[in-house]
């Protein structure tokens, strides 16, 4: 496939010989080959650092539109907008005392909107997604060793629902939040010769906090975990002695997700997102090939071919390439929402709700399967 890939020259922030083959600068067209183009970008980003953050979601906005298709919306944008200066449109341009510039936008996302039906937003409990990888990377591998696959049913998923939703309760608040910022410092790459959390440190907090539930279905959990502490120190010599993705950094599985959903949708895809340093070359070969599992009987995944394949995953500057601004404009949107919904007072999301709700994505991070509660305020 030929999509005018290598280096971005001097647009690019990045350097180096990990992004070397995946940078694109021409613009983005849907063929035969590509199939349909996917921007993507995110807001409400903090790497690894999931707690104790301003934003409690991370929010991925993506949009099935080309380069060449988004370069008229983008100028109408502009235009209807009153925006002169600068030439990249950001989601910051449209909020403040402009009201009138943020109903431009609303107008182009609520139902029957321009872009309506081709936009998605993808979000990302911060600390739903620990709580989830406190199941994975504990009690899943110790299930796996012994034989199970606590993925089939979705066990593993009800799991971590559980220690979240009913978490706070069992334990008290503080000792919740204690818990979870462990479990990210025991977890994340500066971690990796054990100075923040070694495996005692861990289990303490684990014990600690099996001592103190007081509900059923969180002690018998947490009562599974303490029985991890082999699985404990073998992440932790992996995380030493190897140069793996980073566990806790939710964007490269929150990609993959965004991917494979559209081609579930789209059939034949490519993928444009904004980069970030985390998204090495290598990472995208990754990203890319997962990307094509879907989940099947018993919990297994089962790889699909031919139309359901994304061909590639590349990424660009967003002056560059006007579908990555409408992408931003998607997740910056979709932040102010989540914000509101977390109790962070947002007249922008209280602006946007009634457009922005009917585009989350049923297959988001989050600690349940009803995307429309995020049109409720302060209920995170």
């Given at each position: 496939?030929?999509?005018?890939?290598?280096?971005?020259?001097?647009?690019?922030?990045?350097?180096?010989?990990?992004?070397?083959?995946?940078?694109?600068?021409?613009?983005?067209?849907?063929?035969?080959?590509?199939?349909?183009?996917?921007?993507?970008?995110?807001?409400?980003?903090?790497?690894?650092?999931?707690?104790?953050?301003?934003?409690?979601?991370?929010?991925?906005?993506?949009?099935?539109?080309?380069?060449?298709?988004?370069?008229?919306?983008?100028?109408?944008?502009?235009?209807?907008?009153?925006?002169?200066?600068?030439?990249?449109?950001?989601?910051?341009?449209?909020?403040?005392?402009?009201?009138?510039?943020?109903?431009?936008?609303?107008?182009?996302?609520?139902?029957?909107?321009?872009?309506?039906?081709?936009?998605?937003?993808?979000?990302?409990?911060?600390?739903?997604?620990?709580?989830?990888?406190?199941?994975?990377?504990?009690?899943?591998?110790?299930?796996?060793?012994?034989?199970?696959?606590?993925?089939?049913?979705?066990?593993?998923?009800?799991?971590?629902?559980?220690?979240?939703?009913?978490?706070?309760?069992?334990?008290?608040?503080?000792?919740?939040?204690?818990?979870?910022?462990?479990?990210?410092?025991?977890?994340?790459?500066?971690?990796?010769?054990?100075?923040?959390?070694?495996?005692?440190?861990?289990?303490?907090?684990?014990?600690?906090?099996?001592?103190?539930?007081?509900?059923?279905?969180?002690?018998?959990?947490?009562?599974?975990?303490?029985?991890?502490?082999?699985?404990?120190?073998?992440?932790?010599?992996a995380l030493r002695d190897s140069d793996p993705i980073p566990t806790m950094e939710p964007l490269i599985p929150c990609l993959n997700g965004v991917v494979g959903d559209w081609s579930a949708k789209?059939?034949?895809?490519?993928?444009?997102?904004?980069?970030?340093?985390?998204?090495?070359?290598?990472?995208?070969?990754?990203?890319?090939?997962?990307?094509?599992?879907?989940?099947?009987?018993?919990?297994?995944?089962?790889?699909?071919?031919?139309?359901?394949?994304?061909?590639?995953?590349?990424?660009?500057?967003?002056?560059?390439?006007?579908?990555?601004?409408?992408?931003?404009?998607?997740a910056g949107a979709g932040r102010e929402v989540a914000r509101r919904h977390a109790g962070i007072p947002s007249?922008?999301?209280?602006?946007?709700?009634?457009?922005?709700?009917?585009?989350?994505?049923?297959?988001?991070?989050?600690?349940?399967?009803?995307?429309?509660?995020?049109?409720?305020?302060?209920?995170?």
């Amino acid at each position: 496939m030929n999509d005018d890939e290598g280096p971005a020259g001097g647009a690019s922030s990045l350097t180096g010989p990990a992004y070397v083959r995946h940078s694109r600068t021409a613009a983005t067209e849907d063929d035969e080959v590509s199939g349909r183009w996917i921007a993507v970008d995110e807001s409400g980003w903090d790497g690894e650092q999931l707690y104790g953050r301003s934003d409690r979601h991370l929010v991925l906005g993506s949009i099935a539109i080309d380069d060449i298709s988004a370069a008229p919306i983008v100028e109408r944008l502009r235009r209807d907008a009153g925006l002169t200066q600068p030439p990249e449109l950001k989601f910051g341009q449209f909020t403040g005392t402009r009201r009138d510039r943020l109903a431009v936008l609303v107008d182009l996302l609520k139902p029957g909107g321009v872009l309506a039906d081709k936009a998605s937003v993808f979000m990302v409990d911060k600390h739903y997604f620990v709580a989830g990888k406190i199941i994975d990377l504990l009690l899943e591998e110790h299930a796996f060793n012994l034989g199970h696959n606590l993925h089939a049913g979705r066990f593993a998923r009800e799991l971590a629902r559980t220690l979240f939703n009913e978490g706070p309760r069992a334990l008290g608040q503080d000792c919740f939040n204690r818990l979870i910022a462990t479990v990210v410092n025991f977890a994340s790459m500066r971690n990796r010769d054990g100075s923040q959390v070694n495996v005692d440190g861990l289990f303490d907090e684990i014990d600690r906090a099996w001592a103190q539930s007081h509900r059923r279905r969180v002690t018998a959990i947490l009562f599974d975990l303490r029985t991890t502490r082999l699985e404990a120190a073998s992440y932790l010599h992996a995380l030493r002695d190897s140069d793996p993705i980073p566990t806790m950094e939710p964007l490269i599985p929150c990609l993959n997700g965004v991917v494979g959903d559209w081609s579930a949708k789209l059939g034949r895809v490519s993928a444009l997102v904004d980069e970030q340093k985390v998204f090495t070359d290598e990472r995208l070969d990754q990203i890319l090939a997962v990307s094509s599992w879907r989940p099947g009987p018993s919990g297994r995944y089962i790889r699909m071919g031919g139309d359901q394949a994304a061909r590639a995953i590349v990424r660009g500057v967003s002056r560059e390439h006007p579908s990555i601004q409408l992408a931003d404009l998607v997740a910056g949107a979709g932040r102010e929402v989540a914000r509101r919904h977390a109790g962070i007072p947002s007249p922008a999301g209280e602006q946007l709700r009634n457009a922005i709700v009917p585009l989350i994505n049923e297959h988001s991070m989050v600690p349940h399967d009803e995307p429309g509660r995020f049109a409720n305020a302060g209920t995170a």
